[in-house]
């Protein structure tokens, strides 16, 4: 059995043998920050914007254990139901509770980086039910059993020359490989699963917690159909994601676009504050109309609450998943998605310690430059680099030195110099400094 820092090694090495995959990670990367800046640009009063983004996110995370609970109150007083899940496992069960109560074959789904994390696509199928992401990107990923790559571009590395020859392969005819009929061929295809579907899973970009109103922000417009059109909506997403009020909410899916895509705004924010509802008949409130019967949120911690403890590492749970720092990141500009596990990047890094355990963690964090590029390009301005090396200097203390670092410790403590020199030749060179 390698250990984890050869299996690391190779994956990079094999990454880095595709030039082209390569060249296509790097261009999108700097293209999303070419927009990023030109969008900064355009809106009025951007340093004031955001100095609150950062209020917000820090007053939501010193208060975590007290807005959970309001989340639970408000959702509840709406209708919908609320579990905290503890591990990936107890979501991963709560979700399939609620499927098999409905007997549900087929599951949509909009992009989540925490369903992800908890693997909960390859848990329901091993329960027979079918998951179909409808997020352009996740689809391709989806079928084509890749890694995604970036959190809001997680195909960005495949060429669309593949793309094509999987839709012509789904359909059952030839799909071009221009873009819009790629595009057509996969509204076509997604639209009878939006309808066929017993249940649909969202992740949450931001929740209120005096509302219980959850925000979807897409381009698509595949996360309304996915909270929508199905009888069920699951959303999951991790406890971080709670802001104290709604009007903070507003505030972080206002700059979210900017940093995530370098729009100036994204097509779609879906509010959702409970199942769907009406009065219409004679004022009595009756629960399923149009949209959802239910809905159910739950929260997952998996390792945030250590996070939260920690005063190392709780500012990262700040983060709102922009992945601008992604973009600007000379590693992730080299080796995309490879820069991680589940939650890619240096500060994914942080998070997988936290989520999936040191040994996980233990590659990337070593593949990390310490440049603060990421630092300077983060809305928030979180001192990733200085998490990172407290990261190593926890995963030193458990065992997890990377051989060539574990090298030059050893040369230093035996002879004093990094290189392994010996003594004797130190002492010449001192002399010749001396002279
Ligand atoms: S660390 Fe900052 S730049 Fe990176 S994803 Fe989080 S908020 Fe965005």
């Known amino acids: 059995?390698?250990?984890?820092?050869?299996?690391?090694?190779?994956?990079?090495?094999?990454?880095?043998?595709?030039?082209?995959?390569?060249?296509?990670?790097?261009?999108?990367?700097?293209?999303?920050?070419?927009?990023?800046?030109?969008?900064?640009?355009?809106?009025?009063?951007?340093?004031?914007?955001?100095?609150?983004?950062?209020?917000?996110?820090?007053?939501?995370?010193?208060r975590l254990e007290t807005l959970i609970k309001e989340v639970k109150e408000s959702i509840e007083a709406v209708g919908g139901?609320?579990?905290?899940?503890?591990?990936?496992?107890?979501?991963?069960?709560?979700?399939?509770e609620i499927c098999e109560e409905h007997e549900a074959k087929l599951v949509v789904?909009?992009?989540?980086?925490?369903?992800e994390e908890i693997s909960l696509n390859e848990y329901l199928e091993k329960h027979n039910i079918e998951v179909v992401e409808t997020d352009l990107g996740e689809f391709i990923i989806q079928q084509l059993e890749e890694k995604p790559s970036h959190f809001v571009a997680p195909a960005i590395h495949i060429p669309r020359e593949k793309i094509s020859k999987l839709f012509s392969?789904?359909?059952?005819?030839?799909?071009?490989?221009?873009?819009?009929?790629?595009?057509?061929?996969?509204?076509k295809l997604l639209r009878e699963?939006?309808?066929?579907?017993?249940?649909?899973?969202?992740?949450?970009?931001?929740?209120?917690?005096?509302?219980?109103?959850?925000?979807?922000?897409?381009?698509?417009?595949?996360?309304?159909?996915?909270?929508?059109?199905?009888?069920?909506?699951?959303?999951?997403?991790?406890?971080?994601?709670?802001?104290?009020?709604?009007?903070?909410?507003?505030?972080?899916?206002?700059?979210?676009?900017?940093?995530?895509?370098?729009?100036?705004?994204?097509?779609?924010?879906?509010?959702?504050?409970?199942?769907?509802?009406?009065?219409?008949?004679?004022?009595?409130?009756?629960?399923?109309?149009?949209g959802p019967k239910e809905l159910h949120l739950i929260l997952l911690d998996n390792g945030r609450?250590?996070?939260?403890?920690?005063?190392?590492?709780?500012?990262?749970?700040?983060?709102?998943?922009?992945?601008?720092?992604?973009?600007?990141?000379?590693?992730?500009?080299?080796?995309g998605g490879t820069y991680g596990y589940k939650y890619i990047g240096a500060i994914g890094t942080i998070y997988t310690a936290f989520t999936h355990g040191m040994e996980k963690a233990a590659g990337p964090a070593y593949t990390c430059t310490l440049c603060a590029k990421c630092t300077q390009a983060c809305p928030l301005e979180l001192?990733?680099?200085?998490?990172?090396?407290?990261?190593?200097?926890?995963?030193?203390?458990?065992?997890?030195t990377a051989p060539p670092h574990q090298k030059v410790l050893t040369n230093i403590l035996n002879t004093g110099n990094p290189f392994g020199e010996p003594k004797q030749t130190r002492t010449t060179w001192m002399k010749c400094d001396l002279q």
């Open 169 to 187: 392969k789904l359909m059952g005819e030839k799909i071009s490989q221009e873009i819009p009929e790629i595009t057509l061929a996969a509204r």
């Open 305 to 335: 609450t250590n996070m939260l403890k920690d005063p190392d590492f709780k500012e990262a749970l700040q983060c709102i998943r922009c992945g601008s720092c992604l973009n600007v990141c000379p590693v992730y500009q080299r080796i």
């Open 81 to 96: 139901t609320f579990y905290l899940a503890k591990t990936a496992e107890e979501a991963n069960k709560k979700v399939l």
């Open 193 to 290: 699963k939006f309808i066929k579907a017993d249940i649909g899973i969202s992740g949450a970009n931001a929740i209120a917690a005096d509302t219980g109103t959850i925000f979807l922000v897409t381009n698509e417009g595949n996360g309304r159909f996915v909270t929508n059109a199905p009888p069920v909506h699951i959303c999951i997403a991790g406890i971080e994601k709670i802001n104290p009020t709604i009007e903070d909410a507003f505030i972080i899916t206002r700059i979210l676009p900017v940093y995530a895509t370098g729009q100036i705004m994204t097509s779609y924010i879906s509010l959702i504050t409970g199942p769907s509802r009406t009065a219409d008949i004679e004022f009595t409130t009756t629960i399923g109309v149009h």
């Open 109 to 115: 789904k909009s992009k989540s980086m925490t369903t």
């Open 1 to 62: 059995m390698k250990n984890w820092y050869e299996i690391y090694k190779n994956t990079i090495i094999e990454t880095l043998s595709k030039e082209e995959i390569t060249k296509t990670i790097k261009k999108a990367a700097q293209k999303i920050t070419e927009n990023k800046n030109n969008a900064l640009k355009q809106i009025k009063n951007v340093e004031e914007l955001l100095k609150r983004v950062r209020e917000i996110r820090q007053n939501a995370i010193d």
């Open 383 to 400: 001192n990733i680099p200085k998490m990172v090396t407290k990261l190593r200097s926890r995963l030193q203390k458990a065992g997890y």
